[in-house]
């Protein structure tokens, strides 16, 4: 149950009701009621992943009441549904309601990370940072990025690495740095300062940082260790097997000058490597947008929700190992298909889809 539910729960039975929240007193007068009734219907909603009802219930308040916080609420929501267009759309809106709204300032701007556009993001995220002013959870331990709130530790973790994608180390580092000393028990500033540092050729310190991500149960901390033990000066360079040189896949990653999410060929990287069944879990995500289109799903449409998932799966990766293995690759690639066509909308697939699939994919991978 949310923060603002829970409120409302323990003053409604006083007969002018009232709260302060953030040093403004608010009366639960009829019009105060009806937001909070419909706000923490929205919220249950959204808690429960009955995404639908969810952006109904927000659109009756923006209709009745158009404020910042119901653009970011429903924002949020479609954030969450993979609709970042109109995710934006919410977030613009609520920061020029209310430009001081960190959270919205904070989720505009991993649109506009998710959008590649990392000099946007880190734009968006300063002016949320500024408007966060301490380290202090209001929400309780754990809530570290709801629907409703976003911790300082986690805008300036995301901000120094966005920094350090932008090749601003130093002042990425910093960022690391300060939410290292406020909250030593957070994993993710580590593994950030540990790949910074093992990309500027400092080892050994980069050890010691990716150690403590691991310690803190930050998983990919020990894939970025083990690359590092390598002492192999770029994940650029391929070096590939006999049977790699034969894959027709391969070839696009060996031939090609581009290689943003650093595919790697290697044999000694490309061995033993355990990635696990998720098909099943990205039939289910995947279901919810083939349910968005209903009847007007055709094979156009299925290749691009299959095309798009698979890769953010691949991005993600990425993003916490600063490579990816061709064997994963391929893993992540044939479970979204295979996922997609177990969907009820799988017979718009064909088997001998799933080659042309990985072709088109390593083919946008390696010519973006």
Known sequence: MSFLKNIFNERKGEDVPSVTIFGKTIKFNEETTLKFVKYSQGLQAYESKQYQRAICIFNELIESFPEHQYYTS???????????????????????????????????????????????????????????????????????????????????????????????HDEGCRYLDEVIDHCPDYAFPYYGKGLSLATRGKGDEATKYLKRAKELGYQQADVALAFLAKQQPSTNTVSADEESLNDECAKFVIQSSFNPFNISLDYAENQNLQFGDLTSVFKKEIQEFVDMFGDDMDF????????????????????????????????????????????TKGYLLRDKDLRAFKYRMYYNFTHR
């Not at 290749?303 to 993003?319: F, L, P, T, W």
């Open 74 to 168: 429903r924002g949020t929501v479609y954030e969450d549904m993979g609709d970042d267009l109109k995710a934006k759309a919410d977030f613009e809106e609520a920061v020029f309601l209310a430009p001081s709204n960190s959270l919205a300032l904070f989720r505009l701007g991993m649109v506009y990370w998710r959008q590649k556009n990392v000099r946007k993001a880190i734009e968006y995220l300063r002016k949320s940072y500024e408007y966060i002013p301490t380290y202090d959870s209001l929400f309780g331990e754990g809530n570290y990025n709801s629907i409703e709130y976003v911790h300082k530790r986690v805008i300036a973790a995301n901000l120094g690495m966005f920094l350090i994608q932008d090749n601003k």
């Open 300 to 343: 156009r449409r299925m290749q691009e929700i299959m095309g798009g998932y698979a890769y953010n799966m691949v991005d993600s990766y990425y993003k916490n190992a600063g490579f990816v293995p061709k064997a994963i690759l391929d893993a992540i690639l044939t479970q979204v298909y295979r996922a997609t066509q177990s969907t």
